[in-house]
């Protein structure tokens, strides 16, 4: 197995093309890097480091901009629209027909102009976006001396930022290997560890907790492998396909089986849990120092249920579990399989084809649907369990940054692994 990996590795710098792939990629998270050390004019770095102290929501931001927004950069923003664009044009797959059968029914052609119409609302999106940050840091006092030409002049840099990121991580996915938008995400997390690490040794290390910091350790190598068995993890359904003859010659008459992943909606679920939870503490801070006895009686009821862990994770959960289930059924469709199936000739052992086939199939993904929902909940909600042990909060969104690490990280080998097998056949 090691003469097999050292062989694969010596193939990576020997073929010129695939060289030029990671060497493209490296080159592009360069660029990435210095753009986000790029701020924007105006900025209190004292009053922003206040702010974004144990706050979660831009914890969050901060993760899917790789730093940026903990430096105000020009890409605070990340590919947060673009994810954001993304996840609407999914919705509208279920309200409207034409977009579906876009996406599912023509081919590479539709595909392509689905992604394209996905650029094109992360324009407005990106606008909408920089305006509601820069408004609520000014507000914040995050940002100073801003005058509105230069307010709409950074509204602009800080949504062009984000849609050059668009840009650059499609540039990867084209000349580089793997999802682009995905591998900008995991080089902004990558990023920000030495900053946490040197946090948590300078300033939070105790030496009488050294066996708490030992276990954790231990669980997180344990939660790391049980992402990455459950990531790969697959419930193979056999599918015999018919025998024909032709001209003579018979086709068909193999077994094979259809992979259904035990987790199909990936790390989406856990992304649209945490915006909508989150999303109040937006509002809490827009309406800060109000007087409006409503507005205080809301905020109230707000930061007690924040600030009640157990109420907040279980909330957290269930949105988490309930997502999963919504994303999968939006994303796999068992009776357009099931019409695929039979249009090539194919069916499954002991099923009748058409209807009661998109049924057994629905049956199956319901049920491995709820291991993937309930794995996920439970990531989600661990590191809040690990933050109330051990009082660190940078914990409080390791669940999430790990699962998409884990999950870019085996596609990335699994691309680099069918790219060498192709070279070598």
């Given at each position: 197995?090691?003469?097999?990996f ?17 060497l ?9 890097r ?46 947060g ?32 102009k ?22 609520l ?13 230069t307010?709409?002049?950074n ?11 668009m ?40 030496p ?19 992402v ?5 993890a697959?419930?193979p ?14 086709y ?14 990936g ?6 849990a ?12 827009f309406?800060v120092?109000s ?7 809301i ?11 157990w109420?907040y ?18 994303t796999?469709d ?11 000739g ?5 099923v ?22 309930v ?36 596609d990335?080998v ?12």
């Amino acid at each position: 197995m090691l003469s097999t990996f050292i062989h694969k590795i010596k193939l990576i710098f020997t073929d010129e093309n695939l060289r030029m792939r990671i060497l493209f990629i490296l080159g592009a998270l360069v660029v990435f890097r210095i753009l986000a050390t790029i701020p924007i004019p105006g900025m209190d770095r004292f009053a922003l480091e206040a702010f974004l102290l144990d706050n979660d929501l831009f914890g969050f931001m901060n993760l899917f901009s790789g730093g940026g927004l903990a430096n105000l950069s020009i890409v605070m923003l990340g590919v947060g629209p673009y994810i954001t664009a993304a996840i609407i044009m999914q919705l509208m797959t279920i309200m409207s027909p034409k977009i579906k059968a876009l996406n599912t029914e023509e081919g590479e052609a539709g595909k392509q102009k689905f992604t394209q119409y996905s650029r094109l609302l992360t324009i407005p999106l990106a606008f909408i976006q920089a305006f509601g940050f820069l408004v609520l840091l000014s507000r914040q006092g995050v940002i100073v001396d801003m005058d509105p030409f230069t307010f709409i002049v950074n509204v602009t840099v800080v949504a062009t930022g984000s849609i050059l990121l668009m840009w650059i991580g499609e540039l990867i996915s084209e000349f580089g290997i793997g999802n682009g938008v995905s591998i900008i995400i995991f080089a902004g997390i990558v990023a920000t560890l030495p900053t946490t690490a040197s946090q948590f040794i300078f300033a939070t290390f105790e030496p009488a907790q050294i066996p708490l910091y030992i276990g954790f350790i231990v669980a997180a190598i344990l939660v790391t492998a049980a992402v990455v068995t459950v990531t790969e993890a697959e419930r193979p359904v056999p599918v015999t396909y018919a025998k024909q003859v032709r001209g003579g010659k018979s086709y068909g008459g193999v077994s094979t089986y259809l992979p259904l992943r035990v987790n199909q909606a990936g790390v989406i679920p856990i992304i649209f849990a945490i915006s909508i939870i989150l999303f109040p503490q937006m509002i809490l801070e827009f309406f800060v120092g109000s007087t409006n006895s409503t507005v205080l009686m809301i905020t109230g009821w707000l930061r007690m249920f924040f600030d009640n862990t157990w109420l907040y994770s279980a909330v957290y959960f269930l949105l988490v579990v309930g997502f999963t289930y919504f994303y999968t059924a939006v994303t796999f469709d068992p009776q357009s399989v099931s019409n695929n199936l039979q249009k090539s000739g194919a069916f499954v052992p002991g099923v009748r084809p058409g209807p009661a086939t998109a049924e057994y199939l629905g049956t199956i993904v319901t049920r491995i649907t709820l291991v993937g929902a309930v794995f996920l909940g439970a990531i989600a909600v661990l590191p809040l369990a690990m933050t109330a042990v051990t009082g660190y909060g940078a914990l409080a969104i390791g669940g999430t940054a790990l699962l998409i690490t884990v999950t870019v990280v085996l596609d990335l080998v699994r691309k680099i692994d069918a790219q060498i097998s192709v070279r070598e056949y």
